[in-house]
């Protein structure tokens, strides 16, 4: 099995994010890879990440 890591820039256009992924994912795939692995938030990039850790953390807690 040969696996394909991609780290990519992101944008906040979710459409631009697909397109990159799905040429890169081509690429992948033409090199051999049988698994590609995509960064956690290639289709929406969330600037305010540190936010939503604050809400889980409350969430699962009640702290």
Same mark, same amino acid.
């Given at each position: 099995?040969?696996?394909? =890591?991609?780290?990519?820039?992101? $944008? !906040?256009?979710?459409?631009?994010?697909? +397109?990159?992924?799905?040429?890169?994912?081509? +690429?992948?795939?033409?090199?051999?890879?049988? =698994?590609?692995?995509? !960064?956690?938030?290639?289709? $929406?990039? $969330?600037?305010? *990440?540190?936010? *939503?850790?604050?809400?889980?953390?409350?969430?699962?807690?009640?702290?």
């Amino acid at each position: 099995m040969k696996l394909a =890591l991609i780290q990519c820039a992101v $944008s !906040p256009i979710k459409e631009k994010n697909l +397109e990159r992924a799905c040429a890169l994912i081509k +690429e992948a795939a033409q090199n051999g890879a049988n =698994l590609v692995c995509l !960064p956690a938030l290639f289709v $929406s990039k $969330s600037r305010d *990440w540190h936010f *939503w850790i604050v809400l889980l953390r409350k969430g699962l807690t009640g702290n």
